[in-house]
Nanobody
């Protein structure tokens, strides 16, 4: 129902910042809870952040809380992730994901999201 395309990844030094964006197709973007996940080599896909349909609430993994900010612009069908104070452990492929409905307790589970972007590589050097 929705196609997602991430952009903004790249190579950055520790302590630096990057802003990831996710562009969504379709006309029902605001119907979806949106999230960012990441996956490092040899690791499970990991929840990063999520945002409610209208942007009224956000959720963050403890590892990124205070450093990352998720936002959305439903008028533009875009989702962003501002990443500050980046650490080498943030290195991963970052994925944009959409879910049409989920209970709050399951918000961090990748299995709850039915739509995924192709991913964008973020590499943080030391």
């Amino acid at each position: 129902q929705v196609q997602l395309v991430e952009s903004g990844g790249g190579l950055v030094q520790a302590g630096g910042s990057l802003r990831l964006s996710c562009a969504a197709s379709g006309r029902t973007f605001s119907n979806y809870i949106m999230a960012w996940f990441r996956q490092a080599p040899g690791k499970e896909r990991e929840f990063v952040a999520a945002i409610a349909r209208r942007g009224g609430n956000t959720w963050y993994a403890d590892a990124v809380k205070g450093r990352f900010t998720i936002s959305r612009d439903n008028a533009k069908n875009t989702l962003d992730l501002q990443m500050n104070s980046l650490k080498p452990e943030d290195t991963a492929v970052y994925y944009c994901a959409a879910c049409s409905g989920v209970i709050l307790s399951a918000l961090t589970l990748a299995s709850q999201y039915g739509y995924w972007g192709q991913g964008t590589q973020v590499t943080v050097s030391s």
